[in-house]
């Protein structure tokens, strides 16, 4: 008999908690996102996290730990071989992944790519390096009106994407294209987690502006997650922000684009105060995108505090049969060096206000305890081939 009739599970994308013992193989030894952050800023005014345990989990150097915390809280550590944020979420829905998607932030593509690329969209490239959208259209967009030139480029993230102005290249020439590099790049030493069409409007610099007709060509999960068990037993599964494109729409039942974290969390409040039954999924993308790419401690303090204020009105929804999780999927610490995300072990904190005890649970070593908890719940046996155990008859 399921505990909770509703489950909101909340990544706060990239809040990593301190390196991962095998960090040192990735470059980030000593890493801390959380830690680090509130090491490096006066203040961090985070009452609602603190009174879920957050601080009691991880000290923080402005909030103290909560004498009476209501939640209970862990670390989680990633089983999966890499740290960007489609091996954290599908390893969290049940998922081990062995083989690390590629990026190529630091190198540009390779040119053997990039020359098939070119030879089968009969457009030359430009760009190929790791730039913001705003950043590479200034630089780049005039030339691709006037030459015909497509404008390839990435992030820290394991994507491909491709600019075409929409009076200019076309929409669907534009996809086109990425259709062909979704071709291409499936070969596993240049297999990116995303293509994404980034169509464009205006004719000279400071006129850009990215439009709405984005679209995203993802890898399908390499197996059925926790996600497709849910969907299957009949069970509501509510995605906000980006998760769609992290599962490519797999084993949803609804799906909500977001403008922004403030803007999900907006909209989780807004789902909160509909009936359903099952999962309400959410990933908050602007803490990753925003701020720890760009390497910006007082925004992504910021971020948090702003996170923490919708969270209390999210708290303020819950009924006693909802259960609370907040986590993370990988860390970006915005006081190491370079762009990329940093391999950490994530928070875990779950709470309802049905919830008699709370306290430190023993740590996990994988994500997928989230997955393997929401189907627990629910009765729904996890599909074939995935890892995690519940830890469900913990949160009393």
């Not at 068990?229 to 949803?252: H, M, P, R, Y």
């Not at 303020?316 to 990988?330: F, N, P, Q, R, V």
């Amino acid at each position: 008999m399921k505990k909770y009739k509703r489950i909101f599970t909340i990544v706060i994308d990239s809040l990593g908690a301190g390196a991962m013992p095998d960090a040192a193989e990735y470059g980030d030894a000593g890493t801390d996102t959380l830690g680090h952050i509130s090491q490096s800023v006066e203040e961090l005014n985070i009452p609602n996290l603190q009174k879920l345990g957050i601080a009691n989990l991880h000290p923080l150097k402005q909030v103290p730990a909560a004498q009476h915390p209501l939640g209970y809280y862990t670390y989680l550590y990633e089983a999966s071989t890499g740290k960007d944020t489609m091996t954290g979420h599908w390893e969290m829905m049940g998922l081990h992944i062995t083989k690390p998607f590629k990026t190529f932030t630091e190198t540009g593509f390779p040119k053997e790519l990039l020359d098939e690329l070119s030879a089968r969209t009969g457009r030359t490239i430009i760009g190929n390096k790791s730039a913001s959208g705003t950043e590479i259209l200034d630089e780049l967009a005039e030339e691709e009106i006037s030459t015909g030139h497509m404008i390839v480029y990435t992030s820290a993230d394991s994507v491909l994407q491709i600019c075409g102005n929409e009076e200019t290249f076309g929409l669907e020439e534009l996809y086109h294209c990425c259709e062909i590099a979704r071709e291409i790049t499936m070969k596993d030493e240049w297999k990116v987690g995303r293509i994404i069409a980034r169509p464009y409007i205006g004719k000279k610099k400071g006129e850009f502006k990215r439009t709405s007709n984005r679209h995203d060509y993802a890898l399908k999960p390499y197996g059925k997650t926790a996600l497709n068990a849910l969907k299957n037993a009949g069970l509501d599964v509510i995605s906000v922000g980006k998760i769609f494109d992290i599962f490519d729409g797999e084993g949803l039942t609804e799906s909500n684009k977001s403008k922004s974290s403030v803007h999900g969390m907006e909209q989780t409040a807004g789902i909160a105060k509909k009936d359903f039954e099952g999962l309400c999924f959410v990933n908050l993308v602007d803490f990753d995108a925003l701020w720890g790419h760009r390497r910006d401690v007082k925004g992504y303090a910021s971020e948090l505090e702003k996170f923490d204020l919708k969270l209390g009105s999210l708290l303020d929804l819950l009924k006693e049969d909802d259960l609370l999780i907040i986590t993370a999927d990988h860390g970006n610490d915005p006081t190491h060096t370079g762009t990329d995300h940093t391999r950490e072990r994530v928070p875990f904190i779950a709470y309802s206000p049905s919830m008699k005890g709370s306290g430190r649970l023993e740590d996990a070593k994988t994500f997928a305890i989230i997955g393997a908890t929401i189907t627990d719940n629910f009765g729904v046996k996890m599909p074939e081939g995935t890892i995690g155990n519940s830890v469900l008859d913990q949160l009393n």
